[in-house]
């Protein structure tokens, strides 16, 4: 199975950038699609952006336009590039992969963006 661990969060201004990370690791074959969740205070868990295999890509309109998921060639790395930061993006910010039918996450990292 595959193991996901994120990076790259922390405090930033609004109008400000941030670039994610989460390294995967395990046995990555089987996953079809894997993607960036976030988490606010007092909210339930939304997806924010994702990608499929195939490289197809969805975001939330929330951040639509403003934040670009990638991975690298070998898909060892998956990355969130966020721009214009506002506060409402501040949350824990999830990495997900979906392999065989199952859900994997990362533990999180915190994204606070200050007004």
């Known amino acids: 199975q595959v193991q996901l661990v994120e990076s790259g969060g922390g405090l930033v201004q609004a109008g400000g950038s941030l670039k994610l990370s989460c390294a995967v690791s395990?046995?990555?074959?089987?996953?079809?699609?894997m993607g960036w969740y976030r988490q606010a205070p007092g909210n339930q868990r939304e997806s924010a952006a994702s990608?499929?295999?195939?490289?197809?890509?969805n975001y939330a309109d929330s951040v639509k336009g403003r934040f670009t998921i990638s991975r690298d060639n070998a898909g060892n790395t998956l990355y969130l590039q966020m721009n214009s930061l506002k506060a409402d993006d501040t949350a824990v910010y999830y990495c997900?992969?979906?392999?065989?039918?199952?859900?994997?996450w990362g533990q999180g990292t915190r994204v606070t963006v200050s007004s």
């Open positions: 997900n992969a979906f392999q065989w039918g199952v859900f994997y």
């Open positions: 990608i499929t295999s195939g490289g197809s890509k």
């Open positions: 395990g046995s990555s074959f089987g996953v079809s699609t």
